[in-house]
């Protein structure tokens, strides 16, 4: 078998992005990614931080372009840092474009420069609110300052931040503005997302906290002149320009807007499970071919035959007053 052949799909979809979980553990208990009192795994069951690099080494051998590393929280995980340092070695020979990470922000006042130095440009930052009371309700264990001196650590370092916002009905609807204006006024774009059914979190509840985007844009357009941007990335996110301001506003609609056609990308779980799709439940198990052996061949297999499984989409959908096409596990557990 040709090892070089580029990773495609069964719908030609070439797969240049892998998101890797490092981690289920994380030091907020966001209400809608997490239980209160989770039960964390085993540390046996984790990949240990050279298996993460021998796995993400192979994804990028057989074209991964663009590695996100995500968590729970990916900062937390014990000498996670020395995982990135070993993979910016793939950015220095130009085989990876980007090395990247979703974080809640709370370690980046120590981290940022390190992260810099290993090659990492931007970061996405996860921040539903800037009350901090609110925000205390909803990571339950998250501060507030901590998270914007990381943000404010983040750019001294010079890594570019991204805001990632999950839409809320009656919890951030008052701040849609403020939140935009923070993001301009610092020179960060912003992405609205809306919630997903996901894990066994009291979906009821996920019903009455549902916020359209189209309801959000839309409020947005009574300010702002809104012009539609053609920028894709092969992911989730439709962008549009605020022309008042120039800045940039992403819309994650997973629910009510179907992006899979140009889906490029699949995610690895801590125990090194692999979701060819975040809303399916088949997954692959990488963990058993690489630790079954020392050469890689049997792993390039493995992940070959995966991708031979992407499906074409998923089907979220809230339509009909229940939440269908619900997967059963956390969000921590595959990596948001």
């Known amino acids: ?7 495609i799909d069964p719908f030609a979809r070439a797969i240049s992005y892998l998101r890797v979980s490092v981690t289920d553990r994380c030091d907020f208990r966001c209400v809608y ?6 039960t964390f795994l085993p540390k046996k069951e984790l990949l240990t ?11 990028v051998r057989m074209g991964v372009q663009k590695l996100r590393i995500t968590g729970g929280e990916p900062l937390v995980r014990r000498d996670i840092l020395t995982f990135f340092r070993a993979m910016s070695r793939h950015l220095d020979s130009g085989a990876l474009k980007e090395l990247t990470l979703t974080t809640n922000g709370s370690q980046l006042a120590r981290f940022a420069g390190e992260l810099y130095d290993a090659g990492v440009r931007r970061v996405n930052v996860s921040l539903d609110t800037l009350d901090e009371k609110k925000f205390a ?33 009656g919890f951030n609807e008052d701040e849609l503005f403020t939140l935009a204006d923070w993001c301009a006024s610092r020179d960060m774009d912003l992405t609205f997302i809306e919630v997903m059914p996901m894990g066994d979190l009291g979906n009821e509840d996920r019903l009455d906290q549902y916020w359209s985007l189209k309801d959000l844009r839309a409020r947005l357009a009574e300010r702002f002149t809104l ?14 320009r605020l022309e008042e301001t120039g800045q940039k506003i992403g819309f994650i609609t997973p ?7 140009s889906c490029n990308r699949v995610r690895l ?4 499970e692999l979701y060819m799709c975040l809303g399916q439940e088949d997954m692959a198990d990488l963990r058993a071919p ?27 959908d809230y339509s009909r007053q229940k939440v269908a096409g619900q997967v059963s596990r956390h969000m921590s557990h595959t990596g948001g």
Request: proline share 4%; with cysteine; net charge negative.
């Open 290 to 316: 690489l630790r079954a052996s020392a050469d890689d061949a049997v792993l390039e297999d493995a992940i070959r035959a995966a991708i031979a499984r992407k499906p074409k989409g998923h089907d979220f």
């Open 255 to 261: 629910l009510t807007h179907n992006f899979c056609e």
């Open 49 to 59: 931080l050279e298996e993460l690099d021998r796995m993400c080494s192979a994804f």
């Open 227 to 240: 012009t539609d941007l053609a920028e894709r990335t092969g992911g989730p996110a439709r962008y549009v």
């Open 269 to 272: 779980t801590c125990t090194g």
């Open 137 to 169: 309700d909803i990571t339950r264990w998250g501060r507030l300052p901590q998270v914007l001196e990381g943000i404010d650590a983040a750019q001294a370092a010079g890594l570019k931040v991204k805001i990632n916002a999950v839409a809320l009905k």
């Open 33 to 38: 990614c997490m239980a209160e009192n989770m």
């Open 1 to 7: 078998m040709d090892t070089t052949a580029p990773l």
